[in-house]
């Protein structure tokens, strides 16, 4: 069966700092994979998609970036973390046109 | 742009009712509609998946339907439980590889013992 793991689950970062988070996918071969975020009040609004190693779009001009180094990883980064970054982080797969799965989350919370 | 209306925001209810959450979007041309279930400070967990084709899905206590020239979807929830508590959210989604999805803010539920 197919998983999905996204780590740290908390993060408290201060202004400034860099930031990577990581998800990785088992039991499946070149999924869509994405990245999510989740303000208070708000819907999920999607940052990123990637449809294959190397390939990532961007939906939202941001201070964040994504990367796929690996078939099943995606890595959401950022150099410099500003206040407005704080939210819950969301990854999820799909395979094709099929439903998304969606990692536990990573809780991140600018100082 | 596809916007996500979710009807009621919040809904409590006691332990046994059958009760029916709301969802409208505003554009038509969708490819599926998934609703999800997000349990507080967690990820979320699918719960039916309906194709544009389709008027509905059923997954035990679960009856989704869909009507896709109107822009509703329902979903009905039989019977309902103390773990049934979480907040309900309707994603529909726009054809393409990515399988681009707009999520409504949800409706929260709250089932009373």
């Known amino acids: 069966s197919q998983t999905i793991h996204q780590w740290p689950a908390t993060l408290v970062q201060p202004v400034g700092s860099p930031l990577s988070l990581e998800c990785t996918v088992e039991g499946t071969s070149n999924p869509n994979l994405y990245w999510y975020r989740q303000a208070a009040g708000r819907g999920l609004q999607l940052l990123f998609y990637s449809v294959g190693i190397g390939q990532i779009s961007s939906e939202v001009p941001q201070n964040l970036s994504a990367s796929r180094p690996q078939d099943r990883q995606f890595i959401l980064s950022s150099k410099k973390l500003l206040l407005s970054d704080s939210g819950f982080y969301l990854c999820a797969w799909s395979q094709g046109d099929g439903p998304q799965h969606f990692g536990d989350g990573t809780r991140l919370s600018i100082l | 742009k596809q916007e996500v209306t979710q009807i009621p925001a919040a809904l409590s209810v006691p332990e046994g009712e059958n009760l029916v959450l709301n969802c409208s979007f505003t554009?038509?041309?969708?490819?599926?509609l998934q609703w999800f279930r997000q349990d507080p400070g967690k990820g979320l967990t699918s719960l039916l998946l309906i194709q544009s084709s389709q008027r509905e899905q059923t997954s035990g206590r679960l009856n989704a339907s869909l009507d896709k020239s109107s822009g509703r979807s329902t979903l009905y929830i039989a019977a309902s439980q103390p773990g049934d508590s979480a907040t309900y959210l309707c994603a529909p989604s726009g054809s393409g590889g990515y399988q681009k999805v707009t999520f409504g803010i949800g409706t929260k539920l709250q089932v009373i013992p």
């Open positions: 554009d038509s041309a969708i490819y599926n």
